[in-house]
Nanobody, 124 residues
Framework: QVQLVESGGGLVQAGGSLRLSCAAS????????MGWFRQAPGKEREFVAA????????YYADSVKGRFTVSRDNAKNTVYLQMNSLKPEDTAVYYC?????????????????WGQGPQVTVSS
């Protein structure tokens, strides 16, 4: 079992930045690929970004490419999502997820454990 605890959500103006953190516990963190997903009101949960076990490979949704950066620190059992140039359409609940596989994935169904999801609100 892996427990994921996110932090760093909040309210920010358009054009601003936020950094989300996701701390993992319970199993060897470096055995897991990590992903970030988001869900806006009335919409399905969607992929945002992912990283492989080491952080050497990263994947992004087209909507966030060039603005968001996913990274991880295996020594701290933590994955991060740095969000820059935020837009109102980035408003959502953001979830981190762990996949019991070394390779990252953009598919929700490939992830085994989920965090609770902090709210990110971007005002115009």
């Amino acid at each position: 079992q892996v427990q994921l605890v996110e932090s760093g959500g909040g309210l920010v103006q358009a054009g601003g930045s936020l950094r989300l953190s996701c701390a993992a516990s319970g199993r060897t963190f470096s055995n897991y690929a990590m992903g970030w997903f988001r869900q806006a009101p009335g919409k399905e949960r969607e992929f945002v970004a992912a990283t492989n076990w080491s952080g050497s490979r990263t994947y992004y949704a087209d909507s966030v490419k060039g603005r968001f950066t996913v990274s991880r620190d295996n020594a701290k059992n933590t994955v991060y999502l740095q969000m820059n140039s935020l837009k109102p359409e980035d408003t959502a609940v953001y979830y981190c997820a762990a996949r019991a596989n070394a390779l990252g994935s953009m598919s929700i169904s490939q992830y085994d454990y989920w965090g609770q999801g902090p709210q990110v609100t971007v005002s115009s």
